[in-house]
């Protein structure tokens, strides 16, 4: 069973920056592509990022341009750079991968961004 444990939430003041990671445990047979997702309370979770296994990226209008999702292959890691930070960002934010036809989540780490 495929593992996904996300870090490098935080509070950070608006104009600010964080990166999160999403390291998943073992080997990742059959992937199809890996992403994140954000999530406030009371709300449904929102698309945010996703990256394909050949490096095709699609973004959340509202943060195009200011984060920027990529992977290390070889430490089986998935990166989230946020940049300029706003409010608006706070949430929960989740790992996903899609992997031969199943679905995966992270635990979720939480970004919380101050005006």
């Known amino acids: 069973q495929l593992q996904l444990v996300e870090s490098g939430g935080g509070f950070v003041q608006a104009g600010g920056s964080l990166r999160l990671s999403c390291a998943a445990s073992g080997s990742i047979r059959g992937l199809s592509g890996m992403g994140w997702y954000r999530q406030v309370p009371g709300k449904e979770r929102d698309f945010v990022a996703w990256?394909?296994?050949?490096?095709?990226?699609n973004y959340n209008g509202s943060v195009k341009g200011r984060f920027t999702i990529f992977r290390d292959d070889a430490k089986n890691t998935g990166y989230l750079q946020m940049n300029n930070l706003i409010p608006e960002d706070t949430a929960v934010y989740y790992c996903?991968?899609?992997?031969?036809?199943?679905?995966?989540w992270g635990q979720g780490t939480q970004v919380t961004v101050s005006s």
């Open positions: 996903n991968v899609y992997a031969a036809g199943v679905e995966f």
């Open positions: 990256i394909t296994v050949g490096g095709r990226i």
